[in-house]
């Protein structure tokens, strides 16, 4: 099974509330970045955390990292319709050559009015 | 946005005919890779460079070609489409000088690629 997998695949919630995505891995790590794609565009870069950092905060994000549990997680707090989205975690494994990333399949998160 | 560009942004073609897309960066960074989007398998590495001429395999690359004549330019070839295909295609960019971890990837708007 792929590098970054993203828990749970969908998550509908109302604005103003807080989503917390998951994502799993099963190599070591580099570091773990967080995308969000808007419907027919492409990919943004949201935040980057290194191995050795526990925890990161943009703005309204926050994202933790858990290298013993190979995991991470993305909170957005008190969220938007703008929001409304598919996010990506992504893996840059130790194992691999430049800046190579392996991106799991995302969540769609809904944010309604 | 950086400015990443891909030509052409739609395609429709039919099995057996080459494809050239095309990926453009005023970025001057070193690293451009191309992917795949489908349903179910996220985003998929078909090909990646990491300097001009210098260029590598992903996870997806059979039928797949690349070349990189120019920094500014990243060219995926299909030499004989097939339906399997069939897909949206992404150009990233990274900039790496000699440190090329802990960098992020920016994204162009894709192509969508149907072979028929």
């Known amino acids: 099974s792929q590098q970054g997998e993203e828990d749970p695949q969908a998550l509908s919630i109302q604005e103003g509330e807080n989503a917390t995505m998951n994502c799993s891995y099963k190599?070591?790590?580099?570091?773990l970045q967080w995308y969000r794609q808007n419907s027919g565009r492409g990919l943004v870069h949201l935040i980057l955390?290194?191995?050795?950092?526990r925890e990161k905060h943009s703005g309204r994000l926050r994202v933790t990292l858990d290298t013993s549990k190979k995991s991470s997680s993305l909170l957005i707090t008190a969220s938007r319709a703008a929001d409304t989205a598919s996010y990506f975690c992504a893996t840059d494994a130790k194992e691999t050559s430049g800046s190579r990333l392996t991106f799991g399949e995302g969540t769609q998160l809904t944010v309604n009015p | 946005d950086a400015g990443i560009t891909q030509s052409p942004r739609h395609k429709v073609t039919e099995t057996g005919t080459p494809v050239t897309l095309r990926c453009h960066q005023t970025e001057n960074h070193r690293y451009m890779y191309w992917y795949r989007q489908d349903p179910g398998h996220g985003l998929r590495l078909i090909h990646y460079?990491?300097?001009?001429?210098?260029?590598d395999k992903g996870e997806v690359s059979d039928g797949y070609s690349v070349s990189r004549s120019k920094t500014e330019d990243f060219l995926l070839t299909l030499e004989s489409a097939t339906s399997s295909q069939t897909s949206v295609y992404f150009c990233?960019?990274?900039?790496?000088?000699?440190?090329?971890?802990?960098?992020?990837?920016?994204f162009g708007d894709g192509t969508r690629l149907s072979i028929l």
């Open positions: 460079s990491y300097g001009v001429k210098d260029t």
């Open positions: 955390i290194r191995s050795n950092e």
């Open positions: 990233a960019i990274s900039e790496s000088g000699f440190r090329p971890r802990n960098q992020p990837q920016h």
């Open positions: 190599t070591s790590i580099n570091n």
